[in-house]
């Protein structure tokens, strides 16, 4: 089983940077996809972005240009550099974890909040 540990979430003005990172512990596996998700008030949880099984990464198209994700050599810690922060980042910010030992069952952090204001 694997637990993650997320921290990095704050309040910024716009145009400012924080950067979230996410640890898995427990028993987590190289073969794995690792990402963060937010979910803003009244809305739908979305992908931010992902760093799949295959060192692939994917962006929603809100963030391109602006987040960067990175994962450690170990594939145990993922992290999110966020710049040119605008308030409509704002939002409850989730790490995900699947691998291929676990089935790709999701693990979810405990969310971080990211406050962009304006």
């Known amino acids: 089983q694997v637990q993650l540990v997320e921290s990095g979430g704050g309040l910024v003005q716009a145009g400012g940077s924080l950067r979230l990172s996410c640890a898995a512990t427990?028993?987590?596996?190289?073969?794995?996809?690792m990402g963060w998700y937010r979910q803003a008030p009244g809305k739908q949880r979305e992908l931010v972005a992902r760093i799949g099984s295959s060192d692939d990464i994917s962006y929603a198209d809100s963030v391109k240009g602006r987040f960067t994700i990175s994962r450690d050599n170990g594939k145990t810690t993922v992290s999110l550099q966020m710049d040119s922060l605008k308030p409509e980042d704002t939002a409850v910010y989730y790490c995900?974890?699947?691998?291929?030992?676990?089935?790709?069952?999701?693990?979810w952090g405990q969310g971080t909040q990211v406050t962009v204001s304006s």
């Open positions: 995900n974890y699947r691998d291929i030992r676990l089935g790709w069952t999701d693990y």
């Open positions: 427990g028993s987590p596996f190289v073969i794995n996809t």
